[in-house]
């Protein structure tokens, strides 16, 4: 535990040292039979264990979706939790193959780091969480304020643009984890915790007293949350972008788990081409024929997987807004399959 | 490493120290020197190793001083004494350092309110769950008379205490130096301290919207780990005392009390000086240890050199080779200066063959 990261940042060195390059990661993954997916430990809706133990999220589901994709069968994924700290070093020393952590996509994250964003699969924004008993009604009345934020995000930048942008003091509390956050919050260490606004509402309904606090309308910054790989795998990239892509386009078209059996003897030739009666996209992408199809049947198209993880029937009780289709009003928008 | 460097760049990994130059973009709880949002990482980084050797200097200090007490009382012939001593060290000992510093951490944390309802001593110092608020003394224009005047004590304490000892050896005549020494400092100071007019007034903390502002305030992540370390690696430093002690020879003890010294004169005049040759190594250890596990922090949020330069500078610029090989030189510098004080003390105490 003491460090842990020292030893990561090890790993990261003597792989360096050798002249390894990451190329095939899909042979890798093919050859050890599993997908290794870096994931957050613990937050709702979008990578958390639940009561048995089985993993369920927006982004696990993008993580199946890359393994039904690979291998026909969504369970073969090993998911290995990590802190927003840890998360680029375990992708970079290739301890994990896709990161598919809440992680939002930066021109710095994009071009410093020797990685690849391959998609957005939440368009998220930072927002506060403050307790009642203050009586702010707005960000803007903040000035002075201690902050509960996670060490390693994107929310520590935004949070120090905001209040000097607004010229308004503030003193932060850096932790490593949601949890430590919630507690630095409820044991009233800060008067405000900040983070992706998809969260402020789950890490709300986990206090002791949920109405005790409220969100503050606000929205500071823009997170699109996405996929990442390492650059120079472009066979890898292809993959794992195309297989949110997949999911994108099966929502359009009306395809679900459900249907996807029917729907691939169908007339439709943009389904039959996404299904695989048709066209080479699976051989392009190095991929089985039925890639499309396997996601589909195996964890459902993108409407689906967000109703369930964090949709208005689910604790989050998130509407899709900017996620919705583009077709819809919102920016979700897949590339054609052809 | 020529190679290293050259496959990391291949792999879209950005290198070398420009970061250093950029902007942090994040801000700090707790900075001993100036920094803000806008400040560089080269000053995280400084502002991080300060912070370590801030807890770690703490932590050394009141270590060193329960650490001392419990030695010997694990000695003493006090049967409640000595088992209370013991039961410390097998008990602060045999939990993981962790532990205890999220424990103190929880416990600094729920028993103390919000600042609206702070603890409040002599209407000037406030204690509530953001840390403790003291007032900051601000030096004005006559201080340096004070400065200068307490400067002169210290010499002439110096020379009063050669002279003490001389004719101690010479005639056997005792000298109350502490007392005499004590009053030296107190009485000439003050009367410089009123003579140049109060030259220092004092900031207060007050209560403004959130937070308290002005004075000092000393983080509740830092009293909780301060406090863990000391009581940790006190329980270490008990035992290399008590080892110490051990290890000088009965007789030794014997032949001073006969010789009429009492108890504590006997352990002040005979016993440390040569025990403290044998326990001076042990604690050389401890006290890197301590350095080593300030980096604990990270669980608590105290912004120390692992928090913030190997954990968010890390993260926002991800260069993680330049900034591990950073970190670990830190540790590395500190651990060389701390034996090469504690050696040359050691050096100082060895018996000196006349
Ligand atoms: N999207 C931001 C923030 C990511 C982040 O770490 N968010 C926190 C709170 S929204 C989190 O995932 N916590 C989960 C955990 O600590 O397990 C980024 O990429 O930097």
Not at chain 1, 34 to 59: H, I, R
């Amino acid at each position: 535990m003491k460090f842990v990261r020292m030893i990561l940042g090890f790993v990261l060195f003597t792989t360096l040292t050798t002249t390894l390059v990451f190329s095939g990661t899909l042979e890798n993954v093919k050859k050890r039979g599993k997908l290794n997916c870096g994931v957050s430990g613990g937050l709702a809706g979008f990578s958390a264990p639940d009561s048995s133990g089985k993993w369920k999220g927006l982004d696990v589901d993008m993580c199946r979706a890359v393994a039904a994709a690979v291998f026909g069968n969504a369970k073969k994924v090993k998911f290995i939790s990590l802190t927003a700290k840890e998360r680029f070093t375990a992708l970079q020393s290739g301890e994990i193959d896709v990161l598919a952590r809440n992680t939002t996509w930066t021109a710095t994250r994009d071009t410093s780091l020797g990685l690849n964003f391959a998609g957005v699969n939440y368009y998220d924004g930072q927002g506060f969480l403050v307790s009642k008993k203050l009586g702010v009604k707005s960000a803007l009345e903040l000035n002075g304020a201690s902050v509960c934020i996670q060490a390693g995000t994107t929310s520590e930048l935004n949070l120090a643009d905001y209040f000097r942008t607004n010229g308004m003091k503030y003193k932060t509390l850096t932790y490593d984890t949601s949890a430590q956050s919630r507690q630095g919050f409820e044991s009233g260490r800060c008067d405000i915790l900040t983070s992706d606004a998809s969260q402020l509402y789950a890490l709300k309904s986990q206090l002791k007293k949920p109405n005790s606090a409220v969100v503050l309308p606000e929205i500071i910054s823009k997170e699109p949350l996405g996929p990442v790989v390492r650059q120079g795998d472009d066979v890898w990239f292809n993959i794992v972008k195309w297989s949110h892509i997949a999911m994108l386009n099966a929502e359009e078209l009306g395809v679900t788990s459900k249907n996807v059996k029917k729907m691939a003897k169908g007339k439709n030739p943009a389904i039959q081409r996404l299904l695989g009666t048709s066209g080479d996209a699976g051989k392009n992408l190095h991929l089985d024929k039925k890639w499309a199809y396997n996601i589909i049947k195996e964890v459902g198209n993108y409407g689906e997987s967000f109703e369930r993880n964090v949709g208005l029937n689910t604790p989050l009780k998130i509407a899709r807004g900017l996620n919705a289709l583009w077709k819809d009003g919102g920016l979700q928008y897949g590339p054609p399959v052809r | 490493m020529g190679n290293l460097f050259d496959n990391i760049e291949k792999r879209g990994i950005s290198v070398g120290f420009d970061f250093l130059n950029q902007e942090s973009g994040f801000g700090i709880a707790q900075t001993l020197v100036e920094y803000d949002e806008t400040s560089t990482h080269s000053k995280v980084f400084l502002v991080g190793i300060l912070n370590t050797i801030l807890v770690s200097v703490l932590g050394i200090i009141t270590a060193s001083i329960i650490g001392l007490f419990i030695g010997i009382g694990r000695l003493s012939s006090n049967w409640i004494i000595s088992k209370l001593s013991m039961i410390y060290v097998e008990l602060f000992r045999n939990i993981p350092i962790l532990l205890q510093i999220l424990f103190w951490y929880n416990v600094v944390l729920a028993s103390l309110s919000s600042p609206r309802q702070s603890l409040v001593f002599f209407e000037s110092v406030f204690l509530n769950n953001r840390g403790l608020y003291i007032p900051k003394p601000l030096l004005q224009d006559g201080f340096i008379f004070v400065a200068i005047s307490f400067v002169l004590a210290l010499v002439a304490i110096f020379y009063l205490s050669k002279w003490a000892k001389k004719r101690h050896d010479e005639t056997g005549v005792k000298f109350p130096i502490w007392t005499v020494s004590f009053g030296i400092i107190v009485f000439s100071t003050t009367i410089v301290y009123f003579l140049s007019g109060s030259p220092i007034e004092l900031e207060y903390s007050s209560l403004q919207g959130f937070n308290f502002v002005g004075g000092y305030n000393l983080l509740p992540e830092l009293l909780a780990l301060w406090f863990a370390l000391s009581i940790y690696t006190a329980t270490y430093i008990a035992e290399a005392v008590r080892a110490g002690i051990e290890a000088i020879n009965k007789g030794q003890s014997e032949a001073s009390l006969s010789l009429g010294l009492s108890k504590g004169l006997m352990l002040k005049k005979v016993i440390l000086p040569q025990a403290i040759r044998i326990i001076i190594p042990p604690i050389i250890n401890q006290y890197a240890n301590l350095i080593k596990n300030s980096s604990l922090a990270t669980a608590i949020g105290y912004p120390e050199l692992v928090t913030v330069f190997s954990g968010t500078s890390l993260n926002q610029v991800g260069q993680a080779i330049e900034i591990i090989l950073m970190t670990m030189a830190v540790y590395l510098i500190l651990n060389i200066i701390v034996s090469m004080i504690m050696n040359y003390i050691n050096a100082k105490m060895k018996i000196k063959e006349r």
